[in-house]
């Protein structure tokens, strides 16, 4: 499974990276407004930072919700690195949109994806990657980790390529249960990711180390 960090935030995408374990980067509108990134420039300027900070697959999300638009202000974000994945939303236009780029090979990921029917369409239309948003679904009082597991089974059957890219993240134990359930990818908030590392016998154990080691 893919690791990808979820933030537009640069230090934390330095962190993550730092790792050495992080295969790529989400944002969308909320996370950039959340840096402050405002106005074309800045938002085109900030995706190429991100792009040479880190070697792997960047979504940049589209604000268009039609056809015509989508395509125009896919192109220009396509444009700024050839690791930029134009993330579209999943509707009519935007399911239009993700077929017209996979003809002209351009990477997509079609997000605010909420069932499995979505899914299907999404991966008929060639995503590169499909976003399930699980922790909005845990949220309502569903549970979003067997809609991965619906979808991953879905794909094995149909044999669909679009990649399953679990996001809405929101804990360590949503990373370890989509692993499980065949998720592609997971984006993860940093925390979620360091919570990872976390357990008090390791705590315990390697204080200990340290103590009998004075006496070596
Ligand atoms: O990037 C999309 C997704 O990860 C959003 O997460 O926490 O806002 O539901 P969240």
Redesign the pocket.
């Known amino acids: 499974m893919k690791f990808f960090v979820?933030t537009a935030n640069l230090n934390q995408i330095k962190e993550a990276n730092d790792l050495g374990i992080l295969d790529g980067v989400?944002?969308?509108p909320?996370?950039m407004a959340k840096e402050g990134v405002k106005g074309e420039e800045a938002i085109m300027n900030h995706y190429k930072t991100i792009c040479e900070m880190v070697d792997g697959d960047i979504s940049a999300e589209v604000l268009s919700v039609t056809f015509n638009e989508i395509i125009e202000e896919g192109k220009k974000l396509a444009a700024i690195h050839p690791n930029i994945v134009v993330k579209v939303p999943m509707i009519k236009d935007g399911i239009k949109a993700i077929k017209w780029f996979t003809d002209n090979g351009i990477k997509t990921n079609c997000?605010l994806i909420f069932s499995a029917g979505q899914a299907i369409l999404a991966a008929k239309a060639g995503a590169t990657y499909i976003?399930p948003?699980l922790?909005?679904i845990d949220d309502s009082g569903w549970d979003g980790v067997q809609l991965i597991e619906e979808i991953a089974q879905i794909y094995a059957v149909q044999g669909f390529k679009s990649e399953i890219l679990a996001?809405?993240?929101?804990n360590p134990n949503h990373i370890i249960r989509c692993a499980a359930a065949g998720a592609d990818v997971c984006?993860c908030p940093l925390d979620s990711i360091l919570g990872l590392l976390k357990h008090p016998l390791t705590d315990i154990g390697l204080a200990k180390f340290l103590e009998d080691a004075k006496k070596m």
Do not use: E, K, P, Y
């Open positions: 979820d989400t944002t969308n909320s996370l997000t976003s948003f922790g909005r996001a809405s993240i929101r984006t």
